[in-house]
């Protein structure tokens, strides 16, 4: 049975939905081919620049370009097609606008992508005002399955970045007793002072996690399968835990392996704990907080 299971994910591998099975967890998205999902509101209090042709973005990489270009630039969907740099027309899966994040009385520009491929991936980009029409590159994440709230928080998931965390992407570590760990998935970021920060963590967040990793490392040890490397989520599980506790409070790495340390006693720790630290590193690359 777990053969034909493990067949029927991979042949779903690469579809645009997630599947529902009792070992499957579906996982929001904010952009994808039905529209902008999880930010619509957000879209709606967005303003249109009057000119959007005329206006300048200075790119990460101090390069100066028109709004039109940079979106063209970022923009790598297949099958769909954008027109040259020198207009404004967008695909369905891309979106910007001007809006004062941080209340300080100046709008920042903020650009959605979505690149599309296998379960993967929205992007936003933040922009500054540095002066009429002109906007500096702040941060960008990347792969977040990101939600923007009413009052302008974004809810970033780990989700898309650990998805196949020694697992399959749909499969997840499923626990339907009464004292089940308490999902924890993502972070909350917002924008302030030119920054996209990270909202720190809480002692009931910190309390949260020990507590899941305690009844995570009670769990018999699951090796995973030859063919695909794959077990039942639960080092996946791990993952999205320290992934969040991480980044929650203060980006201590050694404080991270010290509490996967505590937990985390199967004979392949250092194999496990080696490729959370390779993802740690690509998340911090690919997104700016």
């Known amino acids: 049975m777990r053969k034909i299971v493990l067949l029927l994910l991979t042949l779903f591998n690469f579809s645009w939905g997630h599947a529902q099975q009792d070992s499957v967890l579906s996982q929001p998205k904010s952009l994808d081919e039905e529209g902008f999902d999880c930010t619509k509101g957000f879209i709606q209090r967005l303003e249109k620049?009057?000119?959007?042709?005329?206006?300048?973005v200075?790119?990460?990489?101090?390069?100066?370009?028109?709004?039109?270009?940079?979106?063209?630039?970022?923009?790598?969907?297949?099958?769909?097609?954008?027109?040259?740099?020198?207009?404004?027309e967008l695909p369905k899966l891309q979106d910007y606008g001007l809006i004062d994040l941080d209340k300080d009385g100046k709008k920042e520009l903020v650009v959605m992508?979505?690149?599309?491929?296998?379960?993967?991936?929205?992007?936003?980009?933040?922009?500054?005002?540095?002066?009429?029409d002109k906007y500096q590159?702040?941060?960008?994440?990347?792969?977040?399955?990101?939600?923007?709230?009413d009052s302008n928080e974004f809810s970033y998931s780990f989700y898309q970045q650990l998805g196949y965390f020694f697992t399959c992407f749909a499969c997840a570590y499923v626990d339907t007793s009464d004292?089940?760990?308490?999902?924890?998935?993502?972070?909350?970021?917002k924008y302030q002072k030119g920054k996209l920060t990270v909202v720190p963590g809480d002692?009931?967040?910190?309390?949260?996690?020990?507590?899941?990793?305690?009844?995570?490392?009670?769990?018999?040890?699951?090796?995973?399968?030859?063919?695909?490397?794959q077990d039942n989520g639960l080092r996946?599980?791990?993952?999205?835990?320290?992934?969040?506790?991480?980044?929650?409070?203060?980006?201590?790495?050694?404080?991270?392996q010290k509490l996967f340390n505590k937990y985390?006693?199967?004979?392949?720790?250092?194999?496990?704990w080696a490729e959370f630290v390779k993802q740690l590193q690509y998340i911090r690359k690919e997104s700016d907080f």
């Not at 002692?203 to 399968?225: A, H, M, T, V």
């Open 113 to 132: 992508n979505y690149t599309g491929g296998a379960h993967c991936c929205d992007e936003f980009y933040f922009f500054k005002n540095i002066g009429p």
């Open 179 to 189: 004292g089940a760990p308490v999902e924890v998935r993502g972070i909350i970021l």
């Open 137 to 149: 590159y702040v941060a960008k994440t990347f792969a977040g399955d990101v939600c923007v709230s």
């Open 203 to 229: 002692q009931e967040l910190r309390s949260i996690i020990n507590d899941n990793l305690g009844k995570l490392g009670e769990q018999p040890y699951e090796k995973p399968d030859t063919a695909f490397g």
């Open 264 to 272: 985390y006693k199967f004979p392949d720790a250092k194999k496990v």
């Open 49 to 56: 620049p009057v000119a959007p042709s005329k206006v300048f």
């Open 58 to 88: 200075v790119t990460k990489s101090l390069k100066t370009v028109k709004l039109p270009a940079f979106m063209a630039t970022i923009y790598s969907h297949s099958g769909e097609f954008i027109n040259a740099p020198s207009t404004v």
């Open 236 to 256: 996946k599980e791990f993952a999205m835990n320290l992934a969040v506790f991480h980044f929650s409070f203060g980006r201590n790495i050694l404080e991270t």
